[in-house]
């Protein structure tokens, strides 16, 4: 995101008096996540302590101060999940992407993250990948569920 953009919305938060967290969904969306010099900007537009900006950031689990995939795959870590073996399957995808859960891949195209639960726990072990639902996964699904995101 440029300067002249960042201003716009800055100018917008001041006109409409929205939310800062609004402020900063805005950022993470055209960003994909939340860079230090633009968080940097709005705090010495807004006055406000870049503490307040990075408590913000760190408190809602949609923001992310790091760069993000092309892809996020989430994985249900959740006991109806567990239960029915979502340890395995997150193994299996991390083993799959070489990375841990909270990184990103070093070509940027998957971050792999994990959650307590989707809200769908009769679909378990269950996995979203840019939204999209995967249940009733086994961990020998997984290389043809990273496949059809390549
Ligand atoms: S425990 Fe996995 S969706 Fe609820």
Do not use: W
Not at 91 to 104: C, F, H, W
Not at 109 to 132: I, M, S, W, Y
């Amino acid at each position: 995101m440029d300067v002249a953009t960042l201003d716009r919305l800055i100018e917008q938060f001041d006109k409409e008096h929205g939310g800062i967290v609004a402020l900063l969904q805005d950022v993470q969306a055209a960003e994909g996540y939340l860079p230090r010099p633009a968080l940097e900007r709005i705090a010495q537009d807004l006055e406000l302590p870049l503490s307040q900006l990075y408590g913000l950031a760190t408190f809602y689990r949609a923001f992310s101060l790091r760069p993000k995939g092309k892809h996020t795959v989430t994985c249900c870590m959740g006991t109806a999940c567990h239960v029915r073996g979502g340890q395995q399957v997150v193994d299996r995808i991390a083993r799959e992407l070489g990375v841990e859960p909270g990184e990103t891949t070093p070509d940027m195209q998957f971050t792999l993250e994990t959650v307590n639960c989707l809200g769908a726990c009769a679909l378990g072990p269950l996995v979203v990948v840019d939204g999209e639902y995967h249940g009733r996964l086994s961990s020998a699904k997984v290389s043809r569920l990273i496949d059809r995101y390549r």
